[in-house]
DNA sequence: AACAAAAAGTAGACAGAGTCCATTTTTTGA
DNA sequence: TCAAAAAATGGACTCTGTCTACTTTTTGTT
């Protein structure tokens, strides 16, 4: 009795191979891109197409399996952590991504002050930073940050600390 | 006495016919794409490369001039609004973006719950919601929020109320 | 005013991330 | 087991944005 398939089933999703490996390479590599995905995924079960990926990463963050977040710059990431409405922190230097917690309580800055007749559905809070190894190493080489943050160090970007 | 001008001169940046038309239809629609304000800038200076204007926007929100927020699903926006560190609340289904004074104070979220050993920077906050008149359209024709919400609404998106 | 050096602008090729679409394959549920 | 519905495939294509070689404009100094 696979795991990852009775998930699928109790949220009327049609199970598939490509499914099940995607939903535990997500789970597995918390802040992956589609592509580094897609990989995992490959590895797996052998082939797996942009498209299905795509889609599947789609219908699963629809469903609310899964989150994606878009930050500035960077590809989408995924997550499986779900429900909590975590925030995040990014290196502006390696793109290192780690979870925190929110700091208002629940369901956070919710409230804007003036919410100009809107109805708010997400607080999406990124804090954005230098980790604590690119700290070291600008110190270190004396570089600067500009040079350091160059938004390219993103594509090797590592996933979680 | 150009007022543009001397504030380019100010900083240090070379004066442009193209930077001067680019700081003026940025000041003009806050939140508009590059796109956009190259044609504020065409029809004010009759062309502008593609590049020119990423250059020159480029330079400016390096120099603090100007601020650029990429919404995700959303090439960036520019806007002239700077030093206030102010946040947008942005409507998921026709992409209106309006600015939201900050809940906590001066520098709002800037102290996460625990922030991993990271120095801080910047507390980007988006809410992302519904706006009034996308509200009424829905409620009127039943279209569920889904189908409104569709991405290529951000194609034709209003910049400001 | 004239001139050289530095900086910007131009046009067009190119890249990354994601979407569209016609066709084939798999899953579902009767 | 079978038909209908849903997914997967792969390849073209779109949208923002970047790179590059080259030309034009600014600047700041004679
Ligand atoms: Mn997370
Ligand atoms: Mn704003
Ligand atoms: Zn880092
Ligand atoms: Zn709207």
Chains 1, 2 share one sequence.
Request: glycine share 8%; proline share 6%.
């Amino acid at each position: 009795m696979l795991e990852s398939a009775n998930i699928l089933r109790k949220y009327g999703i049609p199970v598939t191979a490509q499914r099940l490996a995607l939903l535990r390479a997500v789970g597995a590599r918390p802040h992956a891109t589609a592509d580094v995905l897609a990989e995992a995924v490959r590895a797996e079960i052998g082939a797996v197409s942009k498209q299905a990926v795509y889609n599947a990463l789609g219908t699963l963050v629809e469903k609310g399996l899964i989150r994606r977040i878009q930050p500035a710059g960077s590809p989408a990431l995924y997550e499986g952590r779900v429900g909590d409405n975590h925030h995040h922190l990014i290196c502006r230097s390696c793109g290192m991504t780690v979870d925190v917690a929110c700091v208002v309580g629940e369901r956070p800055c919710l409230n804007a002050a003036d919410h100009s007749g809107f109805r708010i559905d997400e607080a999406e809070v990124i804090f954005w930073g230098t980790c604590p190894s690119c700290l070291e190493k600008t110190e270190k080489t004396g570089a600067d940050q500009a040079e350091a943050g160059k938004p390219q160090d993103f594509l090797t970007r590592p996933t979680t600390p």
